[in-house]
């Protein structure tokens, strides 16, 4: 019998899967790749028309493409959009003619500082047309007539994003969104899409206090039109998570939300401090994924950024080089599990009221202290005992609790539960 895969493994076989598709902010590669999710998630897809409002934006033309080249006079393809989807301009409009490289040469962008590497860049607003390829590719092009073909089409159509959700004991939410819009990049797009993934069915597996909605859409248009579309209902949103560049070997990198302090930045912040990982906490800003959407002030949400070399902050970033050799097994794994305890510390996260707040109760008789018999961290779970007498007003969460005394979530989180059994605090 052959070994079981890891979730590690799988979520890379997923990636690896994925990274063929030629993916823009709309298209048949977008549906393609929610297909191949839904096969290991269910999804609720959404198609939303060209022209329809959403906030300040307008949902663009539907984009898509059936093959590029740039063909030698011998009509050798030197460049070619089935070799990789990165070699087009994502967007680009339709072209089919023959030029000298003099006037080709307008329409092609490489990376001189990165030769070997295919640069990945798109022209979503503005009709435009263009390859890209190596610095080595074009330095060895020589003079003289190419032909050149786009078969690609720009026309009404739609917007696709989807949803996955995963029912909770309260309607409260807590999302978690990843982009599904770049072309064969691996790091910057799919790993996120693959934690995701497996997060959510690591969540089925349970009975989740919160419900959670996993949300695949196209970078800043699809967060904006999801936002447009359930701007009713966003209250109902509680804590959110945006995935992105989830892959590498790098350090993870928490960024805030916009708030600063919501429990979502709270919770990573504990989780990652007390496992002990090599981290970085980073500040709120403006710029970067689909969490400035979610934080903008009118929405104002709770949502921070789980990433591990953050966007721009590795050299492979936007790049032919971020393929799913960038990306491994372990890192993906190591994602997820910050996901998956971080996940656990917000459902678990309540308020409580000691029902003895005259004088410290007394635990022996009720059997608290024996119960600690024999544990090697005994001393530990008694003082997050007392500590959760101490602070059980009402007004002090769990979390709370665990900052304070400088203690990990689950002692804290397992000294409630033993008090809420012996009658001693209530929710």
Request: charged share 20%; hydrophobic share 35%; net charge negative.
């Amino acid at each position: 019998m052959a070994p079981m895969s890891t979730p590690g493994e799988e979520m890379h076989a997923l990636v690896e899967r994925l990274y063929p598709l030629c993916r823009s902010i709309t298209g048949d590669g977008v549906r393609a790749t929610l297909e191949i999710v839904d096969e290991y998630v269910p999804l609720r897809v959404h198609e939303v028309p060209t022209g329809t409002q959403v906030l300040d934006w307008t949902v663009p033309q539907e984009w898509n493409i059936r093959d590029a080249y740039i063909a030698d006079g011998a009509g050798n393809r030197v460049v070619d959009f089935a070799a990789s989807s990165l070699h087009v301009l994502g967007y680009s409009v339709p072209v089919e003619r023959t030029m000298p490289l003099s006037e080709l040469r307008e329409h092609l962008y490489t990376l001189p500082d990165q030769p070997t590497l295919v640069p990945y860049r798109t022209s979503y607003y503005e009709p435009k047309w263009g390859f890209c390829l190596s610095q080595e590719t074009l330095d060895g092009l020589p003079d003289g007539d190419y032909e050149v073909r786009i078969d690609s089409t720009l026309a009404d159509g739609h917007l696709t994003y989807a949803e996955h959700v995963v029912p909770g004991q309260v309607p409260d939410e807590v999302i978690v969104s990843c982009h599904v819009c770049h072309p064969s990049l691996a790091n910057d797009n799919l790993a996120g899409v693959a934690v995701a993934v497996h997060l959510a069915r690591a969540l089925a597996e349970t009975t989740p206090y919160y419900t959670y909605r996993f949300i695949f859409a196209p970078g800043t248009v699809g967060a904006i039109t999801w936002l447009a579309r359930n701007a009713e209902r966003i209250e109902q949103v509680k804590h959110g998570l945006v995935l992105a560049c989830a892959g590498d070997s790098g350090q993870l990198n928490y960024k805030r939300s916009r708030q600063g302090d919501a429990e979502i930045d709270r919770v990573l912040q504990h989780v990652l401090t007390t496992s002990e990982r090599p981290h970085r906490i980073n500040e709120f800003s403006p710029y970067g994924y689909d969490e400035r959407q979610y934080c903008s002030p009118g929405f104002n949400l709770g949502v921070g950024s789980l990433s591990r070399t953050p966007y721009a902050g590795y050299p492979e970033y936007h790049t032919s080089g971020d393929n799913p050799d960038f990306v491994t097994p372990a890192a993906m794994e190591d994602t997820l599990a910050v996901c998956r305890e971080a996940l656990a510390v917000l459902d678990r996260n309540r308020s409580y009221v000691n029902l003895s707040p005259y004088g410290e109760p007394q635990l022996g008789r009720r059997g608290l202290y024996d119960s600690l018999g024999g544990r090697s961290d005994a001393k530990q779970a008694q003082m997050a005992m007392l500590w959760v007498l101490s602070l059980s007003d009402g007004d002090h969460s769990l979390l709370d609790v665990a900052e304070r005394a400088a203690l990990p979530f689950d002692t804290v989180a397992a000294a409630a539960d033993a008090l809420h059994g012996a009658g001693l605090i209530k929710a």
